[in-house]
């Protein structure tokens, strides 16, 4: 059965190119010399990316492979101006990273909500004839072509916007932890890779207020090289304001297994180590407390250690506290995402498309929507009708 949680896909876009402008000279009964009254071209149509929030996956543009903008109309005798090209909205949850597919480099991010990014901006529309009127040059016999369309074939992905992110070998216990903390209803079973998609929950607390909680699939030694299902989904907890580590209590040695999962996100982004972090021992119902005692010598001191249960609630109200006090912290203020911050500096996170990367590509231009579209009319050549 298909997953319907889609968190990649490749989708050709082209805004629309300008209208030409009209070359035409008016001529009616009683004014045979009426003059030039060739209209301008229309635009042509945008294309925009949008944040909605009633989206959380990219499963609605998997199959949506092309995506045009409408071209501008052409300019009309008396003066007529072309009409515009309709513009393109791609809606994409939050959090969405997009990339030129040809060169592989970053272009920009959606992460709230509301948010219009102008991905191609359509060609101008060229002016008629009648804009070039003068008193030497009465009867201009020529106007301007409309401005070439833009194309690029760009690389949506999803990066799971969340406060807590749950990172911890399979069997950890972490979607039996989500499922206790909050609404949310994964699948949990006693075999490894149960979980084989993301999930959120929204994780209530005192005074009624809440943060959100990121679950992914299990990451294994050797995930950041390709190994199990982590290569796919390490790139969700990039954007965890914390990360919360879930190691078993029966493990053999709580402080290895911490270190393989610390080890394992340094390979993929050395950058997630800058990331607040606590440790959750889980599955203490299997222990006494003298055993616990034991295990207090043998874990890490540099992070707040939690012992816990979901089984039991053991330990729940605390872990709450812990993760509340640290996304309050000072040290853990968000930061603005910026194109350095939301690019994983690695060539193998892009490797599935490096076949298809090109060293010639540029960057293409992105405008805001607040941002001025009004600009000077470039030099066009000129031809006549």
């Known amino acids: ?69 409408e071209h501008g109309g052409n300019g009309g005798r008396d003066k007529k101006h072309g009409t515009d090209g309709r513009d393109q909205y791609i809606d994409v949850p939050c959090g969405t990273v997009v990339y030129d597919a040809e060169t592989g480099k970053y272009v920009c991010d959606v992460t709230y909500d509301g948010q219009v990014v102008m991905l191609l901006k359509g060609g101008r529309g060229g002016l008629g004839n009648f804009q070039f009127r003068s008193a030497t040059n009465q009867a201009p016999r020529f106007a301007q072509p409309g401005e070439p369309m833009q194309e690029m074939t760009v690389i949506l992905e999803l990066k799971l916007l969340a406060d807590v992110g749950l990172v911890g070998l399979p069997n950890a216990g972490k979607s039996t932890l989500l499922s206790t903390l909050s609404s949310a209803r994964p699948k949990i079973a006693n075999y490894p890779f149960t979980t084989l998609e993301p999930s959120l929950g929204i994780v209530a607390y005192r005074d009624q207020q809440s943060f959100v909680m990121a679950d992914i699939p299990g990451i294994i030694e050797g995930a950041s090289e390709g190994r199990g299902l982590g290569l796919r989904f390490l790139r969700h907890i990039e954007r965890n304001s914390l990360l919360l580590f879930m190691v078993p209590g029966d493990t053999d040695d709580i402080l290895k297994e911490y270190q393989v999962l610390l080890r394992e996100l340094q390979n993929f982004n050395p950058e ?6 606590v440790l959750a021992v ?39 506290d812990v993760l ?55 030099d066009f050549e000129y031809e006549e009708e």
Request: charged residues 30%; contains cysteine; negative net charge.
């Open 324 to 378: 509340w006090t640290q996304l309050n912290s000072e040290s853990n203020k968000l930061q603005s995402i910026t194109a350095e911050d939301t690019l994983v500096h690695r060539d193998k996170d892009m490797s599935r498309f490096a076949a298809e990367m090109s060293a010639e590509g540029e960057d293409e231009d992105i405008v805001f929507v607040d941002d001025s579209e009004i600009e000077d009319i470039d």
């Open 1 to 69: 059965m298909e997953s319907n949680f889609v968190d990649y896909v490749k989708i050709l876009c082209r805004s629309g190119k300008g209208g030409r402008g009209s070359m035409h000279l008016r001529h009616v009964k009683y004014q045979p010399n009426g003059g030039p009254d060739g209209g301008d071209g229309g635009r042509g149509g945008h294309v925009y990316l949008r944040g909605n929030h009633n989206y959380w996956t990219l499963l609605h543009l998997k199959y949506q492979r092309h995506i045009f903008a």
């Open 272 to 277: 997630m180590l800058d990331k607040q972090r």
């Open 282 to 320: 889980t599955k203490c119902d299997l222990l006494d407390d003298e055993l616990i005692d034991m295990l207090r010598d043998t874990i890490p001191t540099d992070l707040p250690v939690v012992f816990i249960s979901a089984v039991t609630g053991q330990g729940l109200q605390q872990l709450k």
